[in-house]
């Protein structure tokens, strides 16, 4: 928690002035529009916010959650808006309310978390059927002398668990789609879709013959 709400104060303003352009990819790939309900999962000191309350219109609804306490608040400060809400909560262990939302977006949030899988399940729980979940992560699966050096430093730093985001949000997810073809060597950005509820997802699915 420490560890947040020291970065609260320092690079992530840094990253404030220069998240823009990813901020206008997240909400023109989850193809927001008036009257949405969209998360903002791990949203940090609220970069992003501004420009979702501008997608989804006054009767659109925003919601956006983070674990540091001194990250929430700057993001209150920042989110003036009547139909924003910004919580302090542990994505790993919150239920932020089943298919309550139309689309979901987590830009550097789940690698950092202590139950990659965990995190990921509850956010695919919160969208409803047809939901959207915008994902930009650090991704360091692929075996090389720079990946070796970032592991072994985001572990240092973030307590980084080694769980693979792409691998994680295909066990849950559908639909999991590059944004772009080629994927960098350290980053992934994937559009995961909910294509139905688990419970209508088990419901058509055939059992199997015995023997």
């Known amino acids: 928690m420490q560890l947040w709400d020291f970065a609260a104060l320092t690079y992530y303003r840094v990253l404030d002035r220069f998240s823009g352009s990813l901020n206008r990819l997240a909400i023109e790939k989850l193809g927001l529009g008036p009257g949405d309900a969209v998360l903002d999962i791990g949203c940090g000191t609220g970069a992003l916010i501004p420009a979702l309350v501008e997608a989804v219109g006054p009767q659109g609804r925003v919601v956006a959650m983070d674990f540091s306490a001194r990250m929430v608040a700057i993001a209150r400060r920042r989110a003036t808006w009547p139909n924003v809400e910004v919580r302090q909560a542990d994505a790993c262990v919150t239920d932020h309310g089943a298919g309550q939302f139309d689309a979901a977006v987590a830009l550097g949030a ?102």
Request: proline fraction near 6%.
């Open 110 to 211: 789940f690698s950092a978390m202590p139950d990659v899988p965990a995190a990921i399940a509850n956010a695919a729980d919160a969208l409803k059927p047809g939901g959207r979940l915008f994902v930009f992560d650090v991704r360091l699966n692929k075996k090389t002398r720079t990946t070796k050096f970032m592991r072994a430093a985001y572990r240092a730093i973030a307590g980084f668990t080694g769980a693979d985001v792409v691998t994680e949000l295909k066990r849950v997810f559908e639909r999991v789609e590059p944004v772009f073809a080629a994927e960098g060597e350290t980053t992934t950005m994937v559009i995961a879709t909910k294509v139905m509820d688990t419970a209508t997802r088990s419901a058509c699915t055939p059992s199997r013959p015995a023997g």
